[in-house]
């Protein structure tokens, strides 16, 4: 599975540092001047491609060639005016071809550093992940190695400034590479959908919406209201946050290559069904290859589009498309093609294996956006600690409550008691519990940030919260990265705080579940 996720890095990462270079562009020069004699022959020299461009112009070159190897006789028959010309435009390729390999060399070296970056926090997060098995730990290992590396960036700046600066420069193409991708990694819980929700009574699933929809919203006024009355007593001014860099948009040769993969993989795997061993792994490029282009295509909706049609659910659709239409070609049925998306398997991994595996990356990054935002957080401590930590207890012990008088399965209250935090640590959370549901648990999680995004900004009007500080804190602690997306989009002056809330609500809630006492008291909650 490791491979794999090699693999998908390599695919996707390719256009994500130069989105818009397209490989015709890159290769070729300026356009040829057809008026030239035809003795001037392209050929495998510097000065020939420069020397047409230049003879559209008034000079008039010679008929015999310029032959750079015996600078004798055709360049001393030249006149002043023409011998300039050929200086000029010698000087002008070597400087056309030093700058089309200096653009060469900073595209591999910017892919490579991406690679390296990027592969040192995935590594970070496998090895711990099966130390913390070896040592029969269940504190989610990526949460400690966040720890860990916050704790090293704050040391650093205290002691050498400039490593601090020099490690947050070198991670930073593989912090952007997840920022970009991120939605992806909550995707396959969704796409399984139903293969999880078929063993749940409809009257339960009902329940299940209620309190998803009704718990966003209470979470979202405890939250809001909160940061509002500890912005009154403390009465902090704003000061500008770190500016956070955005990641670059889709360019059109990633589609058209991830099209490519997905016709050649989706065929291949009709006439060979088992030609890389084993069902899950012929089927995992194609859906992968859907599951990335429904992002992309999604991403690209008119904005009053995505609030219906949301980014995430166009991506799942394509997804769940894709292996309809293979478990029909196939005569297999839809079942068994979705459960080769997610195995849950790491030595026979599907799409949703791999692209789940990026998780324990997301919480490694809170790391470094928490270092970044290190003023921000000192500065307004107050409102943005009281608010999270009072949004998060209510969150888990309301869902729990109401769980229980609306009389749901203890087991599908437990399930689905971290509605409000990111995927990644939410499934840590459950992993805590006995009997549970973790694919229900990513899909309430994603369903809760489906909400958010649709219908934050629209709700923080109606409740009248106009403080940034108010608006970021209650989007995060309700409805987490999907929220935050939504409103940053619109409100960047929300987004370092909804960065914050929605890495440290997480956090909070994996330490505070990872309490024994905590944990038997949300069971007695739930009965």
Same mark, same amino acid.
């Given at each position: 599975m490791a491979t794999t996720q090699k693999l998908l890095t390599f695919s996707l990462l390719l256009d994500h540092h130069h989105p818009t270079l397209s490989f015709p562009s890159f290769l070729s020069s300026k356009p040829h001047n057809h008026k030239l004699s035809s003795k001037f022959s392209p050929v495998a020299f510097n000065a020939t491609r420069a020397l047409y461009t230049h003879s559209s112009t008034s000079h008039k070159l010679f008929t015999p060639p310029i032959i750079v190897s015996r600078p004798s006789s055709s360049f001393l028959q030249m006149g002043p005016h023409e011998a300039c010309s050929s200086r000029e435009i010698t000087v002008k390729s070597s400087v056309s071809e030093s700058g089309g390999t200096s653009t060469l060399s900073q595209t591999v070296f910017g892919i490579a550093h991406l690679i390296i970056s990027l592969g040192i926090i995935l590594a970070?997060?496998?090895?711990?992940?099966?130390?913390?098995?070896?040592?029969?730990?269940?504190?989610?290992?990526?949460?400690?190695?966040?720890?860990?590396?916050?704790?090293?960036?704050?040391?650093?700046?205290?002691?050498?400034?400039?490593?601090?600066?020099?490690?947050?420069?070198?991670?930073?193409?593989?912090?952007i590479f997840i920022q970009r991708w991120l939605p992806l990694f909550y995707v396959p819980s969704l796409v399984v959908l139903p293969l999880s929700v078929r063993d749940i009574p409809a009257a339960s699933g009902i329940k299940i919406c209620l309190i998803i929809v009704g718990g966003w919203l209470a979470t979202l006024c405890v939250a809001g209201y909160t940061a509002i009355a500890v912005r009154k007593m403390v009465n902090t001014e704003m000061t500008d946050a770190e500016p956070m860099a955005?990641?670059?948009?889709?360019?059109?040769?990633?589609?058209?290559?991830?099209?490519?993969?997905?016709?050649?993989?989706?065929?291949?795997a009709l006439l060979y069904p088992?030609?890389?061993?084993?069902?899950?792994?012929?089927?995992?490029?194609?859906?992968?290859?859907?599951?990335?282009?429904?992002?992309?295509?999604?991403?690209?909706?008119? /904005?009053?589009?995505?609030?219906?049609?949301?980014?995430?659910?166009?991506?799942?659709?394509?997804?769940?498309?894709?292996?309809?239409?293979?478990?029909?070609? /196939?005569?297999?049925?839809?079942?068994?093609?979705?459960?080769?998306?997610?195995?849950?398997?790491?030595?026979?991994?599907?799409?949703?294996?791999?692209?789940?595996?990026?998780?324990? /990356?997301?919480?490694?990054?809170?790391?470094?956006?928490?270092?970044?935002?290190?003023?921000?957080v000192k500065r307004h401590a107050a409102e943005i600690f009281t608010s999270v930590i009072f949004s998060t207890i209510f969150s888990l012990y309301s869902t729990a409550l109401v769980g229980r008088l609306l009389?749901?399965?203890?087991?599908?209250?437990?399930?689905?008691?971290?509605?409000?935090?990111?995927?990644?640590?939410?499934?840590s959370i459950v992993s805590l519990f006995e009997g549970t549901n973790s694919s229900l648990t990513a899909a309430a999680v994603v369903v809760t940030g489906l909400v958010g995004a649709n219908f934050v900004q629209a709700t923080l009007d109606k409740l009248r919260f106009h403080d940034p500080i108010a608006r970021g804190i209650a989007t995060a602690s309700s409805a987490h990265g999907l929220g935050t997306a939504a409103l940053s989009s619109k409100e960047p002056e929300a987004l370092p705080f909804c960065a914050i809330a929605y890495a440290l609500n997480g956090i909070f809630g994996s330490l505070l579940c990872s309490v024994p006492a905590v944990r038997q008291s949300l069971l007695a909650v739930v009965g």
């Amino acid at each position: 599975m490791a491979t794999t996720q090699k693999l998908l890095t390599f695919s996707l990462l390719l256009d994500h540092h130069h989105p818009t270079l397209s490989f015709p562009s890159f290769l070729s020069s300026k356009p040829h001047n057809h008026k030239l004699s035809s003795k001037f022959s392209p050929v495998a020299f510097n000065a020939t491609r420069a020397l047409y461009t230049h003879s559209s112009t008034s000079h008039k070159l010679f008929t015999p060639p310029i032959i750079v190897s015996r600078p004798s006789s055709s360049f001393l028959q030249m006149g002043p005016h023409e011998a300039c010309s050929s200086r000029e435009i010698t000087v002008k390729s070597s400087v056309s071809e030093s700058g089309g390999t200096s653009t060469l060399s900073q595209t591999v070296f910017g892919i490579a550093h991406l690679i390296i970056s990027l592969g040192i926090i995935l590594a970070t997060d496998k090895i711990l992940k099966k130390a913390f098995v070896a040592a029969a730990i269940r504190f989610p290992s990526a949460l400690f190695g966040m720890f860990c590396i916050f704790s090293i960036l704050v040391i650093l700046d205290s002691t050498v400034p400039a490593a601090a600066t020099g490690l947050m420069n070198f991670f930073e193409p593989a912090l952007i590479f997840i920022q970009r991708w991120l939605p992806l990694f909550y995707v396959p819980s969704l796409v399984v959908l139903p293969l999880s929700v078929r063993d749940i009574p409809a009257a339960s699933g009902i329940k299940i919406c209620l309190i998803i929809v009704g718990g966003w919203l209470a979470t979202l006024c405890v939250a809001g209201y909160t940061a509002i009355a500890v912005r009154k007593m403390v009465n902090t001014e704003m000061t500008d946050a770190e500016p956070m860099a955005k990641p670059p948009p889709f360019s059109t040769i990633e589609v058209w290559s991830w099209t490519g993969i997905f016709l050649i993989s989706f065929v291949t795997a009709l006439l060979y069904p088992t030609i890389l061993g084993t069902s899950a792994r012929t089927c995992l490029p194609f859906l992968l290859a859907s599951t990335v282009l429904g992002y992309m295509v999604g991403s690209g909706l008119p /904005s009053d589009v995505k609030k219906v049609f949301h980014p995430i659910i166009c991506c799942a659709v394509s997804a769940d498309l894709a292996a309809l239409a293979f478990g029909y070609f /196939s005569r297999s049925g839809l079942d068994p093609v979705l459960g080769c998306y997610l195995t849950k398997a790491s030595s026979n991994p599907g799409a949703g294996d791999v692209l789940m595996g990026f998780l324990g /990356s997301v919480i490694l990054s809170f790391a470094f956006s928490m270092f970044k935002q290190r003023k921000l957080v000192k500065r307004h401590a107050a409102e943005i600690f009281t608010s999270v930590i009072f949004s998060t207890i209510f969150s888990l012990y309301s869902t729990a409550l109401v769980g229980r008088l609306l009389g749901l399965e203890s087991s599908l209250t437990i399930s689905i008691l971290p509605r409000c935090i990111t995927v990644a640590l939410a499934l840590s959370i459950v992993s805590l519990f006995e009997g549970t549901n973790s694919s229900l648990t990513a899909a309430a999680v994603v369903v809760t940030g489906l909400v958010g995004a649709n219908f934050v900004q629209a709700t923080l009007d109606k409740l009248r919260f106009h403080d940034p500080i108010a608006r970021g804190i209650a989007t995060a602690s309700s409805a987490h990265g999907l929220g935050t997306a939504a409103l940053s989009s619109k409100e960047p002056e929300a987004l370092p705080f909804c960065a914050i809330a929605y890495a440290l609500n997480g956090i909070f809630g994996s330490l505070l579940c990872s309490v024994p006492a905590v944990r038997q008291s949300l069971l007695a909650v739930v009965g």
